[in-house]
């Protein structure tokens, strides 16, 4: 039994066109999809939810799959747990694999959805750095049609996405890029089952000993993640070695406006960052070299 602040009315279908009428119809209706965040915030009166679209019966929106072209192709549906499990995550984008082995208690991770995740806008979501690593797409449906949305401009600040009213995300793909399969995530936590307060994820790939490909995203830092092209800019074309990884990760913060909230300060954050991208980079190193699986 949950008791809610107030009283909501609940709908539930197996069909995604029904699911986006009924957004459509009633005013103050939201999807809920696993309810790990939704149901908390409607607890403490945070959310002004009136009706609750269940999209859980949906089964269309929940697979795991590679495309022709190589993309990684994920339902927004799709469990945390059924993504932890999955080989083809584990094998062609370890960063992926990492942040959900990384995530949540078990009840969040069989109930959660990345989806939901996504969608919520967490600024310490697991999720949140390795979208951008990827410069994955969110797909999302409405009434009127498909929309695509670049994860780099997808999340406008803390818990503000660009979503429209009326849709759903309905899938996240994650493209083929030359790291994807030495890339690694690295986080920090205050307490085992908390969200992480700084994340970070990186991929690079060395030729002839040095840096021929680098990627390097950070969230939980600043209200949205944010890629860091000054550290990949620094990286490129250098010759690969340790010290060189950490002197670029202490660029992290430049122009970063960070925030404080009672899990951490700013100031924390940001002395956190430069650490979480260097083991994120060392790890994905060790990745391509195959020290680390
Ligand atoms: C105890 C606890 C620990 C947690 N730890 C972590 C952690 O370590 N790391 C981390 O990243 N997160 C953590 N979380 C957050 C959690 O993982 C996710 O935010 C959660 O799984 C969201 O997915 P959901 O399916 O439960 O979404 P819901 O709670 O059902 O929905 C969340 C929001 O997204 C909207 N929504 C859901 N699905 C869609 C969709 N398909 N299209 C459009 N809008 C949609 C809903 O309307 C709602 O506004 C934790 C949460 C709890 C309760």
Redesign the pocket.
């Known amino acids: 039994m949950v008791y809610l602040s107030k009283e909501v009315e609940y709908l539930s279908t197996n069909n995604i066109v029904e699911a986006l009428t009924l957004l459509s119809k009633y005013k103050g209706a939201?999807?809920?999809?696993?309810?790990?965040?939704?149901?908390?915030?409607m607890r403490i009166g945070h959310?002004n939810?009136e009706v609750l679209v269940d999209?859980n019966k949906i089964g269309e929106?929940s697979y795991i799959k590679m495309n022709d072209d190589n993309v990684l192709s994920v339902g927004?549906?799709t469990r945390?747990a059924e993504l932890e499990k999955s080989s083809l995550v584990r094998t062609e984008f370890p960063a992926l694999y990492d942040t959900i082995s990384?995530?949540?208690?078990p009840?969040?991770r069989n109930?959660?959805?990345?989806?939901?995740?996504v969608?919520?806008a967490?600024p310490?979501?697991?999720?949140s750095s390795v979208l951008l690593l990827a410069d994955a797409t969110i797909i999302?449906r409405s009434l009127k049609g498909v929309k695509t949305y670049a994860s780099r401009t997808f999340f406008k600040s803390a818990l503000t996405t660009v979503?429209s009213e009326g849709?759903?995300?309905?899938g996240i793909e994650f493209p083929d890029f030359e790291g994807r399969k030495s890339s690694a995530f690295a986080q920090q936590?205050i307490t085992a089952?908390?969200?992480?307060i700084a994340n970070a994820a990186a991929s690079i790939v060395v030729e002839s000993g040095k840096i021929s490909h680098v990627r390097v995203a950070l969230g939980g830092v600043t209200p949205s993640p944010v890629r860091l092209d000054n550290v990949e800019n620094d990286l490129l074309g250098k010759k690969i070695s340790e010290e060189q990884l950490r002197e670029a990760s202490k660029l992290t913060g430049q122009g970063l406006k960070s925030f404080s909230d009672a899990n951490a300060s700013k100031e924390y954050r940001l002395s956190m960052a430069n650490v979480l991208v260097f083991r994120a980079l060392r790890r994905a190193y060790d990745r391509f070299r195959g020290v680390d699986i």
């Open positions: 939201v999807v809920l999809a696993g309810g790990q965040t939704l149901i908390q915030s959310s939810a999209i929106l927004s549906l945390h990384m995530c949540c208690d009840q969040v109930r959660g959805t990345i989806g939901g995740s969608a919520s967490l310490s979501s697991n999720y999302a979503l849709e759903i995300i309905t936590n089952n908390s969200p992480p």
